[in-house]
Nanobody, 126 residues
């Protein structure tokens, strides 16, 4: 069992930056690939970024590639999402999720993820 809690969301102007954090409980955090997803009002959940259990593999949605960076600190049981050059279309609730996936790779389907945090709101004003 992994309990996840996101933090770091807020209101920012277009072009600004935010860093989201996701703190995980449990001794097996380092065994999980981690992902970030988001859901904008009236839209479905969207994959944003993922990182393998070791941190050796990452993958990004085309919409955030070059602007967002996912990283993890297994010693602190935390995964991060650094978001730069934010756009109004990045406005959404952001969720972190844990995927019990042994390969040093990632999956992008939300259905692959076993545990989810409650989410943190990110609002980008124009």
């Amino acid at each position: 069992q992994v309990h996840l809690v996101e933090s770091g969301g807020g209101l920012v102007q277009a072009g600004g930056s935010l860093r989201l954090s996701c703190a995980a409980s449990g001794r097996t955090f380092s065994s999980y690939a981690m992902g970030w997803f988001r859901q904008a009002p009236g839209k479905g959940r969207e994959f944003v970024a993922a990182i393998s259990w070791s941190g050796g593999s990452t993958y990004y949605a085309d919409s955030v590639k070059g602007r967002f960076t996912i990283s993890r600190d297994n010693a602190k049981n935390t995964v991060y999402l650094q978001m730069n050059s934010l756009k109004p279309e990045d406005t959404a609730v952001y969720y972190c999720a844990a995927d019990w996936f042994k390969a040093d790779a990632v999956r992008i389907a939300g259905s692959s993820y076993d545990f989810w945090g409650p989410g943190t709101q990110v609002t980008v004003s124009s």
